[in-house]
């Protein structure tokens, strides 16, 4: 019986760490600023940082106010980064 218990245990912890280790991190961030320029290159920065660490991660950007001109090409000192977090999955 002590068998049992103790294989269905075992089972039990594989089992859990199988489905801990393909939980998919979601990520949202808000960016509002695109004035300061250290703070993009610091945001652009911080969104590789975080697909390293988790490449599996999905994330998503949203923009507003004065950020919206992180992502307008024009004024954008970051187009190229953009366009391969994009690449990477990361939606704007």
Not at 11 to 25: C, W
Not at 45 to 70: C, D, M, S
Request: aromatic share 12%; charged share 20%.
């Amino acid at each position: 019986m002590k068998i049992i218990h103790f294989l269905v245990l075992c089972m039990f912890l594989f089992v859990s760490a199988e489905v801990a280790a393909q939980k998919k991190h979601k990520v949202v961030f808000q960016f509002t600023n695109a004035v300061d320029t250290m703070q993009q290159k610091a945001f652009t920065r911080q969104l590789f940082n975080l697909l390293e660490h988790w490449p599996t991660a999905k994330i998503e950007v949203v923009v507003y106010n004065q950020g919206i001109g992180y992502l307008m090409t024009k004024n954008s000192r970051h187009v190229e980064e953009i366009k391969k977090l994009k690449e990477m999955g990361v939606d704007f």
